[in-house]
T-cell receptor, first 112, second 116 residues
Framework: AQSVTQLDSHVSVSEGTPVLLRCNYSSSYSPSLFWYVQHPNKGLQLLLK??????LVKGINGFEAEFKKSETSFHLTKPSAHMSDAAEYFCVVSDLHGPLVFGKGTRLSVIA | DTGVSQNPRHKITKRGQNVTFRCDPI?????LYWYRQTLGQGPEFLTY????????KSRLLSDRFSAERPKGSFSTLEIQRTEQGDSAMYLCASSEGAPRGNQPQHFGDGTRLSIL
C-alpha cells in the first residue's frame, strides 16, 4: 500500500525567505510523486511531478523538489517566498494505475 | 477554457435528499476520477473510469453512491439519501490514460456539498 506523510501541518515564512515543505512516502512500486497546490475554495493545481527521470524536478512558479530514494523523501523547496504562495500544499504518490494518494497537506503562510 | 468543469459549484440540501453532480473532463482525456475532500484533509479517492468503464471503486464509495460515464465523456456522481457525513468537497480530475503511463491528473474546482 502506498502512503504519504507530510511532516508539517503548517509552515510560516517571511516573504523573500526560502520555503521547505517536507514529505516522506511509502510505496511498494517505483512510485510517481507529485506536488499539488490548492488555493481557498479552488481545485488542485499541479506544481511538479517525478516519474523516474531526473531526481531534481523543476516545477511552476519557481518550485522544485528532489527525489531521494534512500530517504524515501520528496521535499518541496523554493528559494524565495512570495505572498501569492500562501496556500495548501499536498504531496501525492501514485503507481502506474491511477488513483492518487494524498498527504494531509501543509498550509503555507507567508508573512509580509 | 478547456480545463475540467464541475457543476454545480455549491449544493445545499436537506438530509435524506438525493443529489447529482456533473463533471466535464478535458476533451482528449480518457481517464476520469472522483475524489472527496473533507475540511482540513487531503482528497480521498472514490472511483475512476477509463473511457466508459468504471475500473476501480474505493471502499469509501458506499452503496448510496453511484457514478456513471455513459459515453466516455462527462460523468455524474449521485448520492442517494444524503447524510450529514456526506458534507464535503467533491473533486473531479481527468488525465490521459494507458499506455502513456501515469500522467498527471488535472482537477476541476469541485462541488461543495452541504447537508442541512
Amino acid at each position: 500500500a502506498q502512503s504519504v506523510t507530510q511532516l508539517d501541518s503548517h509552515v510560516s515564512v517571511s516573504e523573500g525567505t526560502p520555503v521547505l515543505l517536507r514529505c516522506n512516502y511509502s510505496s511498494s512500486y517505483s512510485p510517481s510523486l507529485f506536488w499539488y497546490v490548492q488555493h481557498p475554495n479552488k481545485g488542485l493545481q499541479l506544481l511538479l511531478k517525478y516519474t523516474s527521470a531526473a531526481t531534481l524536478v523543476k516545477g511552476i512558479n519557481g518550485f522544485e523538489a528532489e527525489f531521494k530514494k534512500s530517504e524515501t523523501s520528496f521535499h518541496l523547496t523554493k528559494p524565495s517566498a512570495h505572498m501569492s504562495d500562501a496556500a495548501e500544499y499536498f504531496c501525492v504518490v501514485s503507481d502506474l494505475h491511477g488513483p492518487l494518494v494524498f498527504g494531509k497537506g501543509t498550509r503555507l503562510s507567508v508573512i509580509a | 477554457d478547456t480545463g475540467v468543469s464541475q457543476n454545480p459549484r455549491h449544493k445545499i440540501t436537506k438530509r435524506g435528499q438525493n443529489v447529482t453532480f456533473r463533471c466535464d473532463p478535458i476533451s482528449e482525456h480518457n481517464r476520469l476520477y472522483w475524489y472527496r475532500q473533507t475540511l482540513g484533509q487531503g482528497p480521498e479517492f472514490l472511483t475512476y473510469f477509463q473511457n466508459e468503464a468504471q475500473l476501480e471503486k474505493s471502499r469509501l464509495l458506499s452503496d448510496r453512491f453511484s457514478a456513471e460515464r455513459p459515453k466516455g465523456s462527462f460523468s455524474t456522481l449521485e448520492i442517494q439519501r444524503t447524510e450529514q457525513g456526506d458534507s464535503a468537497m467533491y473533486l473531479c480530475a481527468s488525465s490521459e490514460g494507458a499506455p502513456r503511463g501515469n500522467q498527471p491528473q488535472h482537477f476541476g474546482d469541485g462541488t461543495r456539498l452541504s447537508i442541512l
